[in-house]
C-alpha cells in the first residue's frame, strides 16, 4: 500500500544553492513525522513542496500514490493537506471564530458546516471563549493555538504544522505538544512536524526524519535518533542525551 | 439575520435622511446632491472590489466611461445622434431607450470590458496591479478620445437627456448598497476578505484567490457601470475628462476618507467628501454667504480636499469607518 503522502527524489535549487538535494519523505496513515535539522536544512522547504507554494526542481510528490507535484496550494487544501505558518499568518481582522470558518468555506463548505466546525474546533482547543475575538487582538501564543484550530477546521487528512511552538516558553511547548497529540488521536490524520524543541519532537512523535544541509542524514524512531552519534554531533548536541 | 444586514439599512437611511434633508433646498442643492448619489453608486462599485480585495485599483473609472458613452448612445435622441455620429451603425442609431432600461446594459457592457480585462490585471498584486490598471486607464482614455464615430473624441457627446434627479437616482444607490452588501456577505465574498487578510495563508486554506477576485471584479464593474450611465444623465453632456484620471481621484479620495475596508466607509465618505466640496465650492466662488460677505478664493476647493486626504492617512489611515461598518456595535454586544 502506497503511504499517505510521499516526495520522491525531490531537489529544490534557489540559483546555484540547493536547498533540498533528493530528499525522500514518507508518511504513513495516522503516523505523526517530525522533521528535524539546523536552521537551513531545508525543513521549511520541504513543508512548502509538501503544501505546494513551492515547485520541486526536479522530483515528485504523491499523495496516496496519486502524483500532485503541479497541484496548487488551494488545490492540495482541497485534497486534504491543511498547513500552519511558522509566522502564524492569521486574519488579522477577522474574529477568531471566521478564521476557522475560512477552513471550510475556503474548500467550497457550507456557511452552516463552517459555523459549526469552528465552534467544535475552538472548543476542542480551549478558545471557545475568544470566538469573538479579532485576531490581532490577541497574544501571541494564543495566535499559534488559533493557528491550529483554523487548520483543524478542515479536517484535514494530512496536517502540515511549522514550529508550532515556537516563541512559547516551556509551559505553552508542553501544552502544545499535548494540543497536537490531541488533534492526532481525534482526527486520525498524517501529521508532519518541524520543531526545534528536541525534546518536544522526541517525545511526540512515531518517527523522526533529519535534514542537514538539503540531504536527508537519517530517519528513524525517536530512539534511534537519540542515539544516532551522527545526529547527535551534527544536531543534538549534548543537551538532548542528557 | 438583521445583524448581519444592519450596514445595509443603516447606510441606505442615510442617504434617505441626506436626500429628503436636500429636497428642502434650493436647485442647486439638489443638483449637488444628485450627484452625490451618483458618485455614491461609482464608490460603492469600486468598494466592492477594492475594499474587500485589497488590491487597489486606478482603472475603474474604465467601467464607468464605458456605462457613461454606452448610455449615451442608448438614450439620445436618433434624430441628434444622425447628426452628430454619422458613422454610428444603423441599429445604435436607431436605439432609443429611457434611462432605466439603459442603465442595466450599461452595467452589462462594462461587465463583459471587466471579463476582457481581468486577466490583464489579475495577474498582479499591490503595486504592480495599481500600475497596470492606471495604464490600462489611459489606454482607454486615448481611445475614447480618438474613437470619433463613436464618442467625437476630445469634442465629446452633447445633447444627452439631463434628466436625472434625486428622485430618478436614489433607487439605483439603494440597489447598489444591497448588491455591495449582497457581494460581501456571500461565500465568494468572505473568501475574498480572507485573501485580503494574508492571500498566502488564504490560499493554503482552500481559496483560489484569483478566481474570487474575478467575480468581485465583474460585479464590481456592472455597479460601475451603472453609475456610469447615471452620471451621462447628470451631466447631459460627455468628454474624455470627465471620465479621467480626476474622477478616479474623486473616487479613491471618497473610499479612502470613509474607510475603504467597508461599505459604509464607502457611503460615509461619499457623503462627507461631498458635503465638503459643495462648502469649498461656496468658500472658492466668495459673495454672500448669509451673515458674512466672503472674497472669492480660487483653488481652495482643491488644496483643502487634498489636505483631507493626506491628514487621513497621515491620522487615520482606516478613514472615517476605521474598516468597520454602522451597527457594528451591535454586531458585537447583540449575542
Known amino acids: 500500500m502506497a503511504p499517505l503522502l510521499r516526495t520522491r527524489q525531490v531537489s529544490v535549487r534557489f540559483g546555484g544553492l540547493r536547498a533540498l538535494d533528493d530528499v525522500a519523505l514518507e508518511l504513513g496513515d495516522g503516523e505523526i513525522l517530525g522533521l528535524i535539522g539546523p536552521n537551513g536544512a531545508g525543513k521549511t522547504t520541504l513543508l512548502n513542496v509538501l503544501s505546494g507554494f513551492q515547485r520541486p526542481s526536479t522530483g515528485e510528490v504523491e499523495l496516496d500514490g496519486r502524483r500532485i507535484t503541479g497541484w496548487d496550494p488551494p488545490r492540495r487544501a482541497r485534497a486534504g493537506i491543511s498547513r500552519t505558518f511558522q509566522d502564524v499568518r492569521l486574519f488579522a481582522d477577522m474574529t477568531v471564530q471566521e478564521n476557522c470558518e475560512v477552513a471550510v468555506i475556503g474548500c467550497g463548505g457550507r456557511r452552516t458546516t463552517a459555523r459549526e466546525r469552528a465552534r467544535q474546533a475552538l472548543a476542542t482547543l480551549d478558545l471557545h471563549r475568544s470566538a469573538d475575538v479579532l485576531a490581532k487582538d490577541l497574544p501571541y501564543g494564543v495566535q499559534r493555538r488559533v493557528g ?47 520543531e526545534h524543541d528536541v525534546r518536544m519532537i522526541l517525545g511526540l512523535c512515531h518517527r523522526v526524519h533529519v535534514l542537514d544541509h538539503g540531504v536527508t542524514l537519517r530517519v528513524g524512531t525517536p530512539d534511534e535518533i537519540r542515539t544516532d552519534p551522527e545526529v547527535v554531533s551534527a544536531y543534538l548536541g549534548e543537551e538532548a542525551i542528557a | 439575520m438583521t445583524r448581519r444586514i444592519a450596514p445595509g439599512l443603516l447606510c441606505t437611511l442615510l442617504v434617505l435622511a441626506v436626500s429628503g434633508l436636500a429636497l428642502l433646498g434650493p436647485e442647486t442643492t439638489q443638483r449637488t446632491t444628485t450627484q452625490m448619489l451618483v458618485m455614491g453608486v461609482i464608490s460603492l ?28 448612445l442608448m438614450t439620445m435622441e436618433p434624430a441628434l445622434k444622425r447628426a452628430l455620429l454619422p458613422d454610428l451603425p444603423g441599429p445604435l442609431t436607431d436605439l432609443h431607450l429611457g434611462l432605466a432600461a439603459a442603465l442595466p446594459v450599461a452595467g452589462l457592457l462594462a461587465l463583459v470590458v471587466s471579463v476582457v480585462c481581468s486577466p490583464l490585471v489579475l495577474r498582479l498584486d499591490g503595486m504592480a496591479a495599481g500600475i497596470a490598471s492606471l495604464a490600462l486607464l489611459i489606454s482607454v482614455g486615448v481611445v475614447i ?38 457581494y460581501q456577505l456571500s461565500s465568494s465574498g468572505f473568501r475574498l476578505r480572507a485573501s485580503r487578510e494574508d492571500a498566502v495563508a488564504a490560499a493554503s486554506l482552500g481559496i483560489r484567490v484569483r478566481r474570487e477576485r474575478s467575480i468581485a471584479l465583474v460585479i464590481s464593474a456592472f455597479v460601475c457601470g451603472v453609475g456610469g450611465g447615471m452620471y451621462a444623465h447628470f451631466l ?44 469649498l465650492r461656496r468658500i472658492e466662488a466668495g459673495g454672500d454667504l448669509g451673515p458674512v460677505t466672503l472674497a472669492p478664493h480660487p483653488g481652495v476647493q482643491q488644496v483643502i480636499l487634498a489636505l483631507t486626504l493626506l491628514l487621513t492617512l497621515l491620522l487615520r489611515p482606516g478613514g472615517i469607518t476605521r474598516g468597520r461598518e454602522l451597527g457594528w456595535k451591535l454586531l458585537r454586544t447583540g449575542t
Open chain 2, 236 to 279: 447631459g453632456a460627455l468628454t474624455p475628462g470627465d471620465v479621467s484620471l480626476r474622477l478616479t481621484l474623486l473616487t479613491l479620495l471618497m473610499l479612502i476618507v470613509g474607510g475603504i475596508r467597508s461599505l459604509s466607509g464607502a457611503v460615509i465618505g461619499t457623503i462627507f467628501i461631498s458635503v465638503l466640496a459643495e462648502v
Open chain 2, 45 to 72: 462599485g469600486t468598494y466592492v472590489f477594492v475594499g474587500n480585495s485589497g488590491v487597489l485599483s486606478f482603472g475603474h473609472v474604465v467601467f464607468v466611461a464605458v456605462g457613461a458613452y454606452g448610455t449615451a
Open chain 2, 145 to 182: 478620445g480618438n474613437w470619433d464615430q463613436v464618442t467625437r473624441g476630445s469634442q465629446g457627446i452633447v445633447g444627452i437627456p439631463a434628466d436625472l434627479s434625486i428622485g430618478s437616482a436614489l433607487p439605483w444607490l439603494v440597489a447598489a448598497i444591497v448588491v455591495a452588501l449582497a
Open chain 1, 148 to 194: 491550529l484550530a483554523r487548520a483543524l477546521c478542515a479536517r484535514p487528512r494530512v496536517l502540515l504544522l511549522d514550529e508550532p511552538a515556537a516563541g512559547l516558553n516551556d509551559d505553552e511547548s508542553a501544552a502544545m505538544a499535548e494540543t497536537v497529540r490531541r488533534i492526532h488521536a481525534e482526527l486520525g490524520c498524517g501529521v508532519v512536524v518541524i
